[in-house]
């Protein structure tokens, strides 16, 4: 039975869902990376929110962990790099707590505008200073939205009800998605310009921290108002402050910080400021749609191979994966066998689909492919890691799809390109289910790839295969299986036998001494 750890408080819905699919769950929260690393090793699954950090160190003692999910949207508490490497899929809940972060926005919009949390701290202080506290109105105010994905975009919507105009700052938004948002796209220093509040609603990456930086505040309007309820470290916390004490700046809240847990920060206390401790997704409604979520998608990769909003894998429904099954075995088992046939370094590899299986989601069975291509050189390749490795080694990889009708009901064909040229073997699925070798190298043969296998090519000649049964004979080996094919009479031969042990290397060049042989080696599978 799969095993899963969540880490970080999390509704006990989570829990639920996992004991219901058949998955042990532990909830252990509030631990040093030292006691997490000290315990990840017993662990399938990993469950957290923003506070568990995965780290490599994390990643490196987590010696069963095949998945981590994250009941939520931001990733950057996990070494994604470094899961990839290690074959661990990593996933979020995108839109669980969408509607709640940007309500969250909205919330801090009108806290600035109205400058709430002061008015309610000195009413209830017994001040009564009517005449301290003079808000705006948010009707007719420009908001300028920095950012506009899923987040982003409700917050475009719901400032569109306020009676606000938004224009927007994504270099992804199309403007055919920007007409449908109802907003205006301009570029990062209209938006700076025009804009009396801006809201910022991106991950944070090389090209986002620090996107208002001092020179960026600088171009702002005067009295513009800030809120981040993203990445701390899209802002730069002193140029807030500095524009916050001059007065510039009418106004900032932060639900994120550059440091997290801020306990302390330069911001507090400053006149005009704002915060919450992280708050954005913190709503009952969020969390039960995330916990839900992540541990529906966590239970489906574990208990069937569903993959489900995965950050370093493509997606395949626990609908399609056990139809995927047999032909992730199929595609593994080519990929070995050209892995292993092939010397010298590959420059490319295409993975082509006929029949039946050009209606597969394909990524997939690539995957799969260059899993079993690669593992030959590896034993820690997976499906997840092996396109990474595959990029870094700088292989190219194509995927084709044929409509066409072929000899067979489903095709699975992979081609290798080396330096004596392309290499190409192909596979079909019998009764849907079995994988079967059907071609080698241009050679038919119909071969089951299994266990130990021993692979001679020689020349077609009378005599040859009672030979080397009496070879095998001799060296006690037992033949399992014993497959044949050639070009043509008298051309080239091929030979694929499951033997019952390893083929060891004297007998392997006892094969290769015997007249005709051109060629032969041991396979594993
Ligand atoms: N405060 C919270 O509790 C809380 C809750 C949920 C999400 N978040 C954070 O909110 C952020 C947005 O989440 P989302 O679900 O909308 O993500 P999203 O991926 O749907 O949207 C992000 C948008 O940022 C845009 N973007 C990327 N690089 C950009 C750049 N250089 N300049 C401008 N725009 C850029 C992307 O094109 C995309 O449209 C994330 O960082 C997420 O972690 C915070
Ligand atoms: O990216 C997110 O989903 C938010 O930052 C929420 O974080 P939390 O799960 O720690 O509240």
Same mark, same amino acid.
Not at 63 to 66: A, E, P, S
Not at 93 to 97: E, K
Not at 378 to 381: E, M
Not at 515 to 518: E, L
């Given at each position: 039975m799969p095993k899963v750890l969540i880490s970080d408080k999390m509704d006990p819905k989570a829990a639920e869902i996992f004991r219901q699919r058949g998955v042990e769950v532990d909830e252990i929260t509030g631990k040093t990376p030292d006691e997490l690393a000290a315990m990840i #090793? $017993?662990?399938d699954g990993l469950a957290i929110r923003s506070s568990t950090k995965v780290t490599k160190a994390i990643l490196d003692a987590a010696?069963?962990?095949?998945v981590v999910g994250r009941a939520? +949207?931001?990733?950057?508490?996990? $070494?994604i790099p470094a899961a990839s490497a290690k074959g661990v899929v990593v996933m979020n809940?995108?839109?669980?707590?969408s509607i709640t972060t940007a309500e969250h926005a909205i919330a801090l919009m009108f806290a600035l505008a109205r400058q709430l949390p002061e008015a309610d701290a000195s009413t209830q202080a017994g001040?009564?200073?009517?005449?301290?506290f003079m808000g705006v109105e948010l009707t007719s105010k420009t908001l300028g939205l920095i950012g506009a994905g899923n987040i982003g975009s409700i917050v475009a919507d719901r400032a569109q009800g306020l009676k606000m105009k938004v224009v927007a700052f994504d270099p992804f938004l199309t403007p055919e998605r920007a007409v449908e948002m109802g907003v205006e796209k301009v570029t990062l220093d209209e938006l700076l310009a025009r804009a009396d509040f801006i809201t910022l609603h991106t991950p944070l990456t090389d090209q986002t921290?620090? +996107?208002?930086s001092a020179d960026n505040l600088a171009k702002t309007k005067a009295g513009v108002r800030i809120i981040n309820c993203?990445?701390?470290?899209?802002?730069?916390e002193a140029a807030l402050k500095a524009g916050l004490d001059s007065g510039h700046i009418g106004g900032a809240a932060l639900d994120?910080?550059?440091?997290?847990?801020?306990?302390?920060?330069? =911001?507090? #206390?400053?006149?005009?400021f704002v915060s919450t401790p992280? =708050?954005? /997704?913190? @709503?009952s409604e969020a969390q039960v749609n995330v916990a839900i979520q992540v541990a529906e998608q966590m239970a489906d990769f574990l208990v069937s191979g569903g993959v489900t909003n995965a950050l370093n894998m493509p997606s395949l429904s626990a609908e399609e994966a056990p139809k995927l099954k047999p032909y992730m075995a199929l595609a593994e088992k080519l990929g070995s066998l050209v892995g292993q046939l092939s010397h010298g370094a590959l420059s490319g590899i295409s993975v082509e689909v006929e029949g039946a299986?050009? /209606? =597969?989601?394909q990524k997939p069975i690539t995957g799969a492919v260059l899993a079993g291509l690669m593992r030959v050189h590896?034993? @820690?390749?997976n499906m997840v890691n092996a396109p990474f490795l595959a990029k870094e080694r700088g292989l190219d990889v194509r995927e084709v799809r044929h409509d066409r009708e072929g000899d067979y009901h489903t095709l699975l064909r992979v081609t290798v390109r080396t330096q004596a040229g392309d290499r190409s073997v192909a596979g079909t699925l019998f009764g849907n289910q079995a994988p079967r070798l059907v071609e080698l190298f241009g050679i038919k043969v119909e071969a089951d790839l299994a266990g130990h296998m021993l692979y001679v090519v020689n020349e077609? /000649?009378? #005599?040859f295969i009672g030979r080397l049964g009496s070879l095998l004979g001799e060296s006690g080996v037992n033949i399992g299986t014993f497959h044949l094919g050639r070009r043509d009479a008298g051309g080239e031969a091929v030979l694929l036998l499951s033997v019952d042990d390893a083929v060891t290397s004297d007998l392997l060049t006892k094969v290769k001494a015997l007249? #005709?042989?051109?060629t032969a080696m041991a396979l594993a599978f």
């Open positions: #090793g $017993d662990y010696t069963n962990l095949k939520g +949207i931001g990733v950057d508490n996990v $070494d809940t995108p839109f669980g707590n001040k009564w200073e009517k005449n301290r921290r620090n +996107i208002l993203a990445r701390g470290g899209l802002i730069d994120v910080f550059v440091e997290e847990p801020a306990k302390a920060s330069p =911001l507090f #206390g400053t006149p005009n992280h =708050l954005g /997704a913190s @709503t299986a050009a /209606a =597969l989601n590896s034993d @820690t390749v077609d /000649a009378p #005599g007249p #005709g042989v051109k």
